[in-house]
């Protein structure tokens, strides 16, 4: 131990020491500096706005800048392809070259989506399951029930869908929904000499509905053609009907005789 304590008073053991000291302090600032040219210290730029852009627009700017892009996508409805929903680092955030800038753009393609339960459901409570699932309700119409506003039937493009049939996202589910007037009789109108329009005007006041539409003979105007027949018609036998009964039409050209003549 004395030899030790002896040694650390030499002039040999203060020079080494020296020598380790200048040796550690040169490598510190050998490696801050080039840490500081590797990084491009203080040197960079500023991420532009890219949200809400074309991606083509987005592209062209940032290749222009010297930054990288990668891009993944997402589907919105009610938003044009192609553009630029969100960018990531956000923008005027300071970055250095050749940075990778990460966006998401709406794709023009939707993804499909099982159709969900919503048979025997309020109304209401149907708007928020199809809006869950990324589906719009598209039109509404009624039919007798003892149920009101209580979804009977979901229909697709004119066609009845049951739960888990595919569809795209966005697609509109027409509904058949129940008045809540059950088994009520309502009076036939008497639709003979109007036009399909004219029909579907009365027959929305009727509460019943527009069933098969027929036509006979040459149609040179659909828009004019009037009705010749419907099925149920008034008649002395038959004079009402359940609530929510379609009603059959035959439309021919409008005839010149004084009967409809206006």
């Not at 940032?62 to 680092?89: A, F, K, N």
């Not at 027409?174 to 036009?195: A, F, H």
């Amino acid at each position: 131990m004395s030899k030790f304590l002896s040694y650390l008073k030499t002039k040999s053991f203060r020079n080494n020491l020296l020598a380790a000291i200048f040796t550690a302090l040169a490598i510190l600032f050998i490696a801050f500096f080039s840490l500081r040219y590797y990084t491009k210290h203080g040197q960079g730029l500023y991420v532009p706005t890219l949200k809400g852009t074309n991606f083509d627009q987005a592209v062209s700017k940032l290749t222009s800048m010297g930054l990288r892009y990668e891009v993944d996508s997402v589907y919105i409805m009610d938003q044009p392809p192609g553009l630029v929903i969100d960018q990531d680092p956000e923008a005027n955030t300071f970055v250095k070259d050749n940075r990778t800038i990460y966006l998401t753009i709406n794709t023009s393609q939707a993804p499909n989506v099982n159709f969900p339960d919503v048979e025997f459901k309020s109304l209401r409570e149907v708007e928020s399951i199809l809006s869950g699932f990324g589906l719009k309700i598209g039109d509404t119409t009624y039919k007798a029930d003892v149920s009101r506003d209580v979804v009977l039937e979901a229909l697709f493009g004119g066609r009845a869908v049951a739960v888990g049939d595919v569809l795209p996202k966005g697609s509109r589910i027409d509904l058949v929904l129940g008045d809540g007037r059950g088994n009520e009789d309502v009076d036939i109108p008497n639709l003979v000499g109007l036009t399909a329009d004219e029909a579907r005007f009365s027959l929305k006041g009727s509460m019943l509905n527009m069933g098969t539409i027929t036509y006979q003979g040459t149609i040179t105007d659909s828009a004019n053609a009037v009705i010749v027949m419907q099925s149920p018609i008034l008649s002395d036998t038959l004079t009402k009907v359940k609530i929510g009964t379609p009603v059959n039409i035959i439309l021919a050209e409008k005839p010149t005789s004084p009967e409809f003549i206006d």
